[in-house]
Structure formats: structure tokens, C-alpha cells
């Protein structure tokens, strides 16, 4: 019965070209992606449905071609077989329209690229630093710097997703574009969130850019996507965003958790 409902959901989001449900997160069984949050993700997913429509039709067309010619020209209706090879305007057609079909494909293609690489003037920092197995933000402007740990399952409080759920939130405000600076302390890490068509390799030494524009406030989930060693699967990011008010509030309420990275810089000056 669960089933059923399940499938009539997922028919009906297939129709309407929404998710039947309005979430950040992964749903079970999904198809699809999850709902745009920003500029970005919307851009994707138009691009996705671009991309379905012309995939679709040129499927139907050629399936509906060879279905024609296998039953048109099958031996029993049509014994002796036409000698012609070759029709120059036909061969001319079938050239031309691919290519125009490519360039279709193309434009929009490299204009989403253009546009998801090039951080428009944002108005604040966030770094993100991959660590084996866990992350850690900085707010360069606000000098706010701390962990984000993924938190057990035994210690789930209800309303917190499993293997989603962090200690401490990325929080960001609401309708600003924030750009995201991406590095890795150890190995190859990935941040991603899929609500917000971001997918950043976080390389050692290497700083690499996105950004986000969220106009909603909510919760907005992803996960390392770079397998970096055996907790790779317990790193996940959480992005919260709340109102400017909110954010404020947040900035001056924030504890200052000493990040790994100071943690590991005070051990060293220690030792000096
Ligand atoms: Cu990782």
C-alpha cells in the first residue's frame, strides 16, 4: 500500500515536472532531482529538460524509422530488394539537421557553463576545508572559524536526518551570493550539494570557487562526493540558510570553536 502511494507520487511529480516532495534532501526511491534552490540548480535542471525533450524525440523518430522499414520492407512484402545507395539530398538532410540539433544543444550548454564558473560579485566568503572525515568553514570576514562533525546515529535527535545531520551548519543568509572557496587539508575530498548545483573538488593546496544564491531560507544537504578513505560516507554538509536578521544574530552569537587547523597550528607553536 506504502508502494502504491509511493508510485503514484513519483507518477504524478513525472507529469508535473516537480518533485512530489518539496524537500533538500534525498527521498527514498527518488527519481530526479531535488528541487532548485539556486541560479544555479535552476539552471541545471532546465538544461536536464532541455535535454529530455531532444533526447526523447530523436529516440521516438529513429525508433519509429527502423520499426517502419522492418515491417515496410520485411522479405515476405518486399522480396527483391531496391539497389539504390546513395540520395544526395536526403544524405544532405541528415547531416544538416544533427548539426543544427548540436548547436542547439550547444548554446544554451556553454552559456549554464559560463555562468555556474564565474562568481558574480559576491557579497561574502565562505571556505570550506575537507578533512578525513569531517569539514571545516571559515567566515574570513567575520574571523569565524569551526568544525562540522556528521552526528551519530545513537545520538539523533527527531527531526535530524540520518547521515545528513551535523553539529555545526554552514550558515549562510538568505537572497545574497555568497562565493565558496573549496581546499582539502589531507586528500581528495568533494562538496557538493545537489539542491544547490554545487560540486567542488577539494584539492590540497589548491583553492578552487562556486557560489550560491538561496532565495528560500531552509536546510539544504549534501555529502563529500570523492571517495577519500573509509568514512568517506560520514561527512556530510549541511547548508543553512536563515534571514539576514538571523544571520547577524547567528555571526554574534557564534562561538568561536578553534577549527583542526588552529588546534594543529597551537600544537606546533607549542612545540617551537
Ligand atoms: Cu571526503
Not at 92 to 114: E, R, Y
Not at 251 to 272: C, D, F, H, M, W
Amino acid at each position: 500500500m506504502r508502494l502504491a502511494r509511493f508510485w503514484m507520487n513519483q507518477l504524478i511529480g513525472w507529469f508535473l515536472m516537480t518533485e512530489p516532495v518539496l524537500s533538500s534532501a534525498p527521498q527514498a526511491w527518488q527519481f530526479g532531482f531535488q528541487p532548485a534552490a539556486s541560479p544555479m540548480m535552476e539552471g541545471i535542471t532546465h538544461m536536464h529538460n532541455l535535454l529530455l525533450v531532444v533526447i526523447s524525440s530523436i529516440a521516438l523518430l529513429v525508433g519509429g524509422l527502423l520499426s517502419y522499414v522492418m515491417i515496410r520492407f520485411r522479405f515476405s512484402r518486399n522480396p527483391v530488394p531496391n539497389k539504390m545507395a546513395h540520395n544526395t539530398p536526403l544524405e544532405v538532410i541528415w547531416t544538416i539537421v544533427p548539426v543544427l540539433v548540436l548547436v542547439a544543444i550547444g548554446i544554451p550548454s556553454l552559456k549554464l557553463l559560463f555562468k555556474l564558473d564565474k562568481v558574480q560579485d559576491a557579497t561574502m566568503t565562505v571556505k570550506a576545508i575537507g578533512h578525513q572525515w569531517y569539514w571545516s568553514y571559515e567566515y574570513p570576514e567575520n574571523q569565524i572559524t569551526y568544525d562540522s562533525y556528521m552526528i551519530d546515529d545513537k545520538d539523533l535527535k527527531p527531526g535530524q536526518l540520518r547521515l545528513l545531520a551535523v553539529d555545526h551548519p554552514i550558515v549562510v543568509p538568505i537572497g545574497i551570493t555568497v562565493r565558496i572557496l573549496v581546499t582539502s587539508q589531507d586528500v581528495l575530498h568533494s562538496f557538493a550539494v545537489p539542491s544547490l548545483g554545487i560540486k567542488k573538488d577539494a584539492i590540497p593546496g589548491r583553492l578552487n570557487e562556486t557560489w550560491l544564491r538561496i532565495a528560500k531560507e531552509g536546510d539544504y544537504y549534501g555529502q563529500c562526493s570523492e571517495l577519500c578513505g573509509t568514512k568517506h560516507g560520514f561527512m556530510p554538509i549541511h547548508v543553512k540558510a536563515v534571514s539576514q536578521q538571523d544571520y547577524e544574530t547567528w555571526v554574534q552569537s557564534k562561538v568561536l570553536l578553534p577549527s583542526s587547523t588552529q588546534r594543529q597550528k597551537g600544537i606546533e607553536k607549542g612545540k617551537a
